[in-house]
Structure formats: C-alpha cells, structure tokens
C-alpha cells in the first residue's frame, strides 16, 4: 500500500504545531498502525529528520499508552480496538491518513503526538484504593461477593486509562473514566469504606485537573476500546448524590 500521512507535529508545549503530509510508500495490509508509523520514523531519521514522537508499550491493547486521533476518531476507525491493534487492512491503498494527538485542556501537547496525561494520575491518586490490612492475602472465600456485582467490576475495571474518552468529547470530560474507576471499587465489598469520600474526592480532582463537565454526549463509550458502557456515569452520578447528602 502507498498512502499519504498527515501528521501533527510539534516540538514543545510552549511552541505551536501544524499538520506535516508524509509520504509512505510499500506499507503492507498486515502491518499495525504503530508499525506503519515506525517505517515512517526509519526513513525520517535516514534522512536527517526529526522522528514522530508518539506514545506506546504493550502493543496488545491493554497499557493504554498508544493515544492518536485517526481521521478524527480516537484510536481511529475499527470500534473496540486501541490504535496499537488497528491494522492498514483497514485502509485502502492511496488513502490520505489525518493523525492528531489527544485534544483536551488538560492533555497538553509535549510534543508531535504525545499527550501529559498526569491528570488521570491525579483522579486515581484522590481515591482510587481501598484500605486494606498488609501481610497475607485472605482467603478467596472469606468475603462472599455476587456474581452480578463481580461482572459489573470487571467490566468497569477493564478500563486502560488511555483517555480516548477524553479525546472525543465535545467537553473534554473525563468522567467515563472516572465512573469505570469509582465503579470498579465501589461495586465490591473491599471497596465501600471509602465508597463516599472515594466519589467526592475523585470528581473534585477531575475539576481541578481542568476537565470539562458531562453532558451525556455518549462519545466516550463510543470509541472506548473496551466498551466501558455509559450507565457507570450514571451510577457516578447515584453515588455522588448520596454522598455529598451524608456529608
């Protein structure tokens, strides 16, 4: 395949960026995005340029670094699949490819495409634990939990923090990953001494890291890689009512 990129580039934070066009020319159908844009980066640096800088690790879609806006959609076109497991089959040869960082106040640039994403640091590090004595783990029967409940965990905690929800909505609103974290915790017994404090504290960090408010635009749960559904703000919503009336 022989396609044309265009990336955004940017050499700091403090500095402004544009989108650069690229071409990329034998890029076979099987190859990963990522590893379409490391034949790119190859040929970048043998010819004397500055390479695209651009998050990554696992690649097997489960670390969450990989973050890129793929002709306008976070991890780009194929629903449920993190960019790292997008592959060029998806494209057709000749293409014009758009590839943006994460756009959100408080994702700011570092460079080219690479994002600060500390402040989903900040929201875990306000109340997404437990207390819990230290020393030998318990028993995996000594606290009954329903199987209902243990699905729903699950399926918050599947959430890989890569800010795709972030990314795509209109407000720049975190709180589909805020509710997948407060859920994950909040649905199990370990996790209900802290349940009240847990939700308050989390959202006020999720303010204070300059996120923008929910309007249930429902873009989140539409390009989350993991399909992280949209009822957990919802509940989000439940917990907070009640806690800040006990409060």
């Given at each position: 395949?022989?396609?044309?990129?265009?990336?955004?580039?940017?050499?700091?934070?403090?500095?402004?960026?544009?989108?650069?066009?690229?071409?990329?020319?034998?890029?076979?159908?099987?190859?990963?995005?990522?590893?379409?844009?490391?034949?790119?980066?190859?040929?970048?640096?043998?010819?004397?340029?500055?390479?695209?800088?651009?998050?990554?690790?696992?690649?097997?879609?489960?670390?969450?670094?990989?973050?890129?806006?793929?002709?306008?959609?976070?991890?780009?076109?194929?629903?449920?699949?993190?960019?790292?497991?997008?592959?060029?089959?998806?494209?057709?040869?000749?293409?014009?490819?758009?590839?943006?960082?994460?756009?959100?106040?408080?994702?700011?640039?570092?460079?080219?495409?690479?994002?600060?994403?500390?402040?989903?640091?900040?929201?875990?590090?306000?109340?997404?634990?437990?207390?819990?004595?230290?020393?030998?783990?318990?028993?995996?029967?000594?606290?009954?939990?329903?199987?209902?409940?243990?699905?729903?965990?699950?399926?918050?905690a599947t959430c890989i923090g890569c800010g795709a929800c972030v990314a795509a909505c209109p407000n720049g609103s975190s709180m589909l990953f805020t509710a997948a974290k407060i859920a994950h915790l909040g649905l199990m017994p370990q996790g209900q001494p802290e349940r009240d404090s847990r939700?308050?504290?989390?959202?006020?960090?999720?303010?204070?890291?300059?996120?923008?408010?929910?309007?249930?635009?429902?873009?989140?749960?539409?390009?989350?890689?993991?399909?992280?559904?949209?009822?957990?703000?919802?509940?989000?919503?439940?917990?907070?009512?009640?806690?800040?009336?006990?409060?």
């Open positions: 395949m022989d396609i044309k990129v265009r990336v955004w580039r940017q050499a700091g934070p403090s500095t402004g960026g544009k989108m650069v066009t690229y071409d990329v020319k034998g890029i076979s159908p099987d190859a990963s995005f990522l590893e379409m844009i490391d034949v790119l980066n190859e040929t970048l640096i043998l010819s004397g340029d500055d390479p695209i800088a651009f998050d990554h690790d696992c690649r097997e879609g489960i670390c969450g670094a990989c973050s890129m806006v793929i002709n306008g959609v976070a991890h780009g076109p194929e629903k449920a699949t993190t960019t790292c497991q997008l592959h060029m089959r998806k494209f057709s040869d000749g293409d014009v490819i758009d590839v943006e960082p994460w756009r959100a106040a408080a994702f700011p640039v570092i460079k080219d495409l690479v994002v600060d994403r500390t402040a989903f640091d900040k929201i875990i590090q306000a109340g997404g634990y437990i207390t819990a004595p230290t020393g030998t783990a318990p028993d995996a029967h000594a606290t009954p939990v329903p199987k209902k409940d243990a699905d729903a965990a699950f399926e918050a939700v308050i504290d989390m959202l006020q960090a999720q303010d204070d890291a300059g996120f923008g408010g929910c309007t249930n635009a429902g873009e989140c749960t539409t390009v989350c890689p993991k399909g992280i559904p949209l009822s957990l703000i919802g509940r989000l919503n439940s917990d907070y009512r009640k806690a800040i009336t006990k409060r």
